[in-house]
């Protein structure tokens, strides 16, 4: 099994690989599991997210994904564990590089990447209007989801979120998540460790005066 980081280096190298080696490569994983065959089972959002796909390889091999960092939680290092590094020398001569990095140019982005963020309060359709956010409407570059980023903090707030399957997917590997719903059937509950039913807009301000206390 080859697996890559679905970040903007891994999506332009495994399916370069994936086409001259003519290996199977699924894109953007959101899952992976192994069923009793061996077969590596790649689970993603297909037909605009409204379906999880299990999709396998069982006719070429390595079997290959690529996977959106913090789908998984890094585990504990293990300094014992013994790992094998092998040395392999690589010779490319320049002519056979045919792209060169024209310019790089930083996202307009300001502050800390909420893929890195141990704590994130995210504001759904609930808050109502760009009032009843401090810092403004946020823009799409720091949306979670599948269009947006996979997040997989400490702690995730779900405010006035539904838990639709293409907001689920960006954030369910989170450590601990609390919602917060005026709708007590919202499919959000299913995935959170703690759930509030009520209007977000009361029990924030209220939750704001506890912390500060
Ligand atoms: C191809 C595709 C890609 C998509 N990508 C993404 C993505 O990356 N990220 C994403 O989030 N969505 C994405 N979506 C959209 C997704 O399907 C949902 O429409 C979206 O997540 C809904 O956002 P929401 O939960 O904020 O709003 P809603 O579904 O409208 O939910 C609002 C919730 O707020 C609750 N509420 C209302 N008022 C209050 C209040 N005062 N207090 C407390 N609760 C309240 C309601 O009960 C409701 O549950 C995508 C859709 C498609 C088709």
Redesign the pocket.
Known sequence: MLLFGATPNGRDLAPRVAARLRFGLTADCTGLDIDDQGQLVQTR?AF???IMASIISPYTRPQAATVRPNVFAASAPDALRPVAIEDFPVTLSKASIRTKVVETIATAAEGEKIEEARVIV???????EPSHLELGWIPHTI???????TVGPDLYI??????????I??MSSSKKIIA????PD???FKIADLGVV??????LPKLLDALKT
Not at 158 to 167: D, N, T, Y
Not at 198 to 203: F, P, R, S, T
Request: proline fraction near 5%; hydrophobic fraction near 35%; glycine fraction near 26%.
């Open positions: 959002p605009g997210g409204n995210s504001a759904g359709r609930g808050c109502g949306q979670v989801g599948q269009s947006g980023t779900a405010v006035g979120i539904s838990g639709a399957v293409q907001h997917v960006g917060i719903n005026k709708d919202a499919p959000i009520g209007d977000a807009l009361h029990i």
